[in-house]
């Protein structure tokens, strides 16, 4: 069995990034489906956060529709991630659920944990929140998960997790979720194609997984060379003024000022998206002045004394109000 593995799309969650998300992000996404072609590869598995919100933007899952049209000598099995999934309303992955069975060549995996044999070998499915193998025997397990051990994407190792998953003995897993390619144990993250964030590191790809019979596995990562490039970058001074005007336009910044540094520089940079200081973030492409007469801490600290919660859990609950509001314009 020889399949391409890939995940973490965030399709829709660009938009204040780089211009014409929707179409630079299906432009990356169409590579691996364009590789499987010229390889005579003929699956394909999306291992989650295909959509950066349960509900995507029409013009994003039409694409994607029209995508998997396309590529229909492919057969495509898509799973769904934490971002993809919702308690109560009808999401994109529904929408696509439903779709399935007139696209004979796509499979949506939503719901439940799903076992088929692919060529000959035993692979399983765990959906979002789903971290328990149900299956007797060994198999192929693709997941969106993390693991104590693995490297997070700001490139710390990640601690115990609330939510990990655990690897069953003679199983081999192939991952979604985390956006770095690594390997842990037996379990492999195939990364995302692009940096959908500030602060995610390069290498970005895809896999080339081939499983023979005997359930052995051999990995090979497929380097992409994204069309946009997010880079953060400490501004001391006005050479690092130049470094960013003087940058080619698909290069983004966060531009992070050191104590002193006036944002008002920076801000007038069409590469630059955003800039923070202190903590406090401004989204440059946020409405800032529709909401400045809001407090959004006015009242809390009456409320919570009233609940009974102490001085400094009300310390603690004002200073993290104040940030997130700053950081959205307030
Ligand atoms: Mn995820």
Not at 129 to 136: C, E, I, L, Q, R
Request: hydrophobic residues 45%; contains cysteine; neutral net charge.
């Amino acid at each position: 069995m020889q399949a391409v593995i890939t995940s973490d799309w965030h399709l829709g969650g660009m938009s204040k990034t780089i211009p014409n998300s929707v179409a630079q992000q299906l432009a990356e996404i169409r590579k691996p489906f364009e590789w499987c072609r010229a390889n005579r590869v003929r699956n394909i598995f999306v291992l989650g956060d295909l959509s950066h919100t349960p509900h995507m933007d029409n013009a994003a899952l039409v694409g994607l529709v029209r995508l998997f049209v396309e590529f229909a000598d492919l057969s495509i099995v898509v799973l769904a991630g934490n971002h993809d999934v919702a308690d109560s309303t009808t999401t994109s992955l529904d929408v696509l659920a439903e779709m399935a069975p007139t696209l004979a060549n796509l499979t949506v995996i939503n719901r439940k944990p799903t076992r088929k044999i692919v060529d000959g070998v035993p692979v399983c499915w765990l959906p979002w929140p789903h971290m328990n193998v149900p299956f007797k025997a060994s198999q192929l397990v693709m997941v969106h998960a993390e693991m104590t051990g693995a490297v997070g994407d700001n490139g710390h190792k990640l601690k115990k997790t609330k939510h990990g998953f655990r690897l069953r003995k003679g199983d081999f897993a192939v991952s979604g979720h985390l956006h770095t390619h690594q390997r842990h144990g037996d379990v492999v993250w195939c990364g995302s194609l692009y940096q959908s964030k500030f602060g995610e590191n390069f290498p970005k790809g895809w896999l080339d997984v081939r499983v023979d019979d005997q359930l052995r596995v051999d990995c090979k990562f497929v380097e992409n060379t994204p069309a946009w490039e997010l880079r953060t970058l400490v501004a001391n001074c006005d050479d690092d003024y130049e470094q960013i005007a003087s940058a080619p336009p698909h290069v983004k910044f966060s531009v992070k000022l050191a104590a002193g540094v006036s944002a008002a520089k920076f801000t007038e940079l069409p590469n630059v998206v955003s800039v923070a200081n202190h903590s406090m973030s401004l989204e440059l492409a946020a409405p800032t002045d529709t909401a400045v007469a809001i407090k959004p801490w006015y009242g809390l600290r009456r409320y919570l004394e009233q609940a009974g919660h102490d001085n400094s859990e009300v310390l603690a609950a004002l200073k993290l109000v104040k940030s997130i509001a700053l950081e959205h314009g307030f």
